[in-house]
Structure formats: structure tokens, C-alpha cells
């Protein structure tokens, strides 16, 4: 029997200690039982009370602990499991019974040094927990600090773009608000800066799933809604000029659809691999050529609305509507399912064109849009 326990102390400290080498340290999108495991585990409890909040505000300062909950519950699992396992090799090596076996494995992960080893063997298994413990303790401050750095990158386009997209964010509110203030309208939105975003956003998310858990610091503001209206504008620029386009803004809905298929099912399957595919279907969209237009998730009088609004503002809109509807219609088809599948996911604050919300929540219009409507 303390065979046996000692061959599976060694095997499963090797794994565990291996799996959260993987999860926290190596930049590779793994399946980890471990992580996903807690990820889910706590977003499940913590979504259960949200029927019973009466306002967004309110549910979104309870869902913003989710994420931090999720990550010290990690470290916790892990070093429960490492005790466990570490305590099983203890009570191959030793006489101890199985409870004082984990007391010693206890007393050296932690590295409090409350319990003698009794032989030679376990004195070597307890300088390598002491060891596997500060090693621990130290990916975890790694993980964290690059945790935060992904964090700060991600919010601080987010906030920058406020000032124009309104909060929550709105793809024609860019364009209205950019018009009033005279930017340059290659810049509505930047095209090269939302890529490099983008970017960013597949590859931290991929590699740290708690990170799409990280709410922002403002209740309106949320990186899918945020998305959905940088995109949304894009496309509105392509679908208004289409001869015209500029091609980063092509680039744009490109890398962002492409990255989406990928966070969508968080690297799971065929989907570990971005669709590229997607810039044909957005160039004959341009010509006129709809194979597969899609689902918009939008109907034709909410985006005459729009359109009536950027008129107002100013913008150019052409003499056919249809042929505009048609061409946005078509290129929002390609990113727009999977962000407001992210957006119900996390719950994300429901700005106008993004989708319902589960629990029901009311559209909030930015406060910016210039727009006499109620949330």
C-alpha cells in the first residue's frame, strides 16, 4: 500500500506541478483541467443571484469579483493537491500514519517548518516541498504581474476611445462624435492600432482565460461592447465607400473575426486556428457579391435610424440604402455572432446593437450619442 502511495505521490506532484507550470508560466494555450475547472466553477455560483439585482450597476459590481476569486482559488487548488500528493510520497517513505504524512507535507509547502522529518528519505521529500512551495509562490507573482500588464493593455485603448464611441460604446456614435470634433476620418476608428489591440487580446486571453473575466474599471465599459462598436464602425465606413475603403479597415474586420473564432470557444477543436478566409467574403461584400450574407443581429429600422442620425451629423450617406444595408449586413454577419455570444457570456453591458442579455437588461444609450432616448 505505501508502494503504491508513493508511486502515485510521484506521479500526480509531477503533473500537478506541471499543469500549473503550463496554466500560469508557459505562453501556450493549454487545456487545464485545473484552471477551467475553477474558472467555471465560480463563474456558475456567481451568475446565480444576478435574477434578484435590480439594476446592471449592481451586477456588474458583484460579477467584478469573479475573476480575482478565480485566481486564488488556482493557487489554492494547486497547492491542496500538491499537499495532497507530496503527503502520499511522506507516507511512502515513512511509517507515519496518512493524516501525520500530510501534516509533515503541510508544515513544509508552506514552508513553516513545524514538523521534523523522521529519516533520511523524508527529509529529502521535505526540502523539495519547501522548494515546490516558494516556486509556487513565485509563478503565482509572475502570473499575476502579467495578468495586470494584459489588463492595463487592454483597458487603456478602451478609455481612449471613449471620448468618441460614448460609454457603453457605439459603432455609429465613432463616426458622429469624430465628425463633430473634426478628426481625420482614417481614424475613425484607427485601423493600425485596433489590429495591434486585437492582436494583444487573442494572444493574453488565449493564453489566460480569466483574463476576459476582468471587468472594467467604468460599469459601461466592456471589451465586447467595445469591440462590437470599433467593428461596427469599420464596417459602416466600408459599407458607406465601398470603392473607396481603405484596406487596414478590410485588415481590421479580418483580424478581428479571425481572432473572435478563436476566443469564442476558447481554443477548443478546428477552432484553435483563426478563419482568414473571412477577407474574401468582406471584399465581395464590397463588389456586391453575397454568397452568404448572414445573420447582422440587427433589423433594416434600427439601422436606418443610425443612418438618419449620421446625416444629421454631417456624414455623406449615399442615395442607396439598400445597397449600404446589404454590404454592412454582410460584413457585420462575419464578427458580430461571436461577440454577442461573449457579451451574454460575460455579461457585458447591453449598448445598442449588441444583442439581449440573461438576464434581461435594458439597452443603455451613451451618454455622449446626442441621442434623446431612454435606457
Known amino acids: 500500500m505505501r508502494l503504491a502511495a508513493l508511486i502515485a505521490g510521484i506521479l500526480f506532484t509531477l503533473w500537478t506541478f506541471w499543469a500549473m507550470v503550463r496554466a500560469m508560466l508557459v505562453p501556450h494555450g493549454t487545456v487545464n483541467v485545473v484552471a477551467r475547472s475553477v474558472q467555471w466553477g465560480v463563474g456558475a455560483m456567481a451568475r446565480v443571484p444576478l435574477r434578484l439585482m435590480s439594476s446592471y450597476s449592481m451586477r456588474d459590481r458583484w460579477l467584478a469579483g469573479v475573476a480575482p476569486v478565480s485566481i486564488i482559488l488556482q493557487l489554492a487548488v494547486y497547492a491542496t493537491i500538491l499537499i495532497f500528493t507530496l503527503g502520499l510520497i511522506v507516507f511512502g517513505l515513512t511509517d507515519l500514519t496518512l ?81 463633430s470634433l473634426g478628426l481625420p476620418a482614417d481614424e475613425l476608428p484607427d485601423a493600425r492600432a485596433w489590429i495591434d489591440w486585437i492582436t494583444s487580446l487573442r494572444m493574453n486571453q488565449f493564453v489566460n482565460g480569466a483574463l476576459g473575466d476582468f471587468r472594467s474599471t ?37 483580424q478581428a473575426a479571425a481572432s473572435l473564432s478563436v476566443l469564442s470557444t476558447n481554443g477548443r477543436g478546428a477552432s484553435r486556428i483563426p478563419n482568414w478566409t473571412i477577407e474574401s467574403d468582406v471584399l465581395d461584400a464590397l463588389d456586391d457579391r453575397f454568397n452568404d450574407p448572414g445573420d447582422p443581429h440587427l433589423t433594416r429600422a434600427e439601422f436606418d435610424d443610425a443612418l438618419h442620425e449620421m446625416r444629421s451629423a454631417g456624414i455623406e450617406i449615399p442615395e442607396d440604402l439598400d445597397a449600404v444595408w446589404r454590404r454592412f449586413a454582410a460584413i457585420r454577419s462575419k464578427y458580430v455572432g461571436y461577440l454577442v455570444g461573449l457579451a451574454i457570456a460575460h455579461h457585458a453591458v447591453r449598448s445598442p446593437w449588441s444583442g439581449s442579455r440573461t438576464p434581461d437588461t435594458p439597452v443603455v444609450w451613451p451618454a455622449r450619442a446626442g441621442m434623446k432616448r431612454s435606457a
Open 218 to 254: 467604468s460599469t459601461w465599459r466592456h471589451w465586447t461592447t467595445t469591440l462590437l462598436a470599433v467593428l461596427d464602425a469599420a464596417a459602416l465606413r466600408l459599407a458607406l465607400a465601398p470603392k473607396g475603403a481603405h484596406p487596414h479597415l478590410v485588415e481590421l474586420v479580418t
Open 99 to 179: 493524516g501525520d504524512s500530510l501534516y509533515q507535507s503541510g508544515s513544509t509547502f508552506t514552508t513553516l517548518g513545524i514538523v521534523e522529518p523522521v529519516n533520511v528519505p523524508s527529509a529529502i521529500t521535505t526540502f523539495i516541498a519547501a522548494f515546490l512551495g516558494l516556486i509556487v509562490i513565485a509563478i503565482f507573482v509572475g502570473y499575476l504581474m502579467g495578468t495586470y500588464s494584459a489588463y492595463v493593455g487592454r483597458e487603456s485603448q478602451m478609455a481612449r476611445i471613449a471620448m468618441v464611441a460614448g460609454e457603453p460604446a457605439w459603432g455609429p456614435q465613432i463616426l458622429i462624435r469624430g465628425r
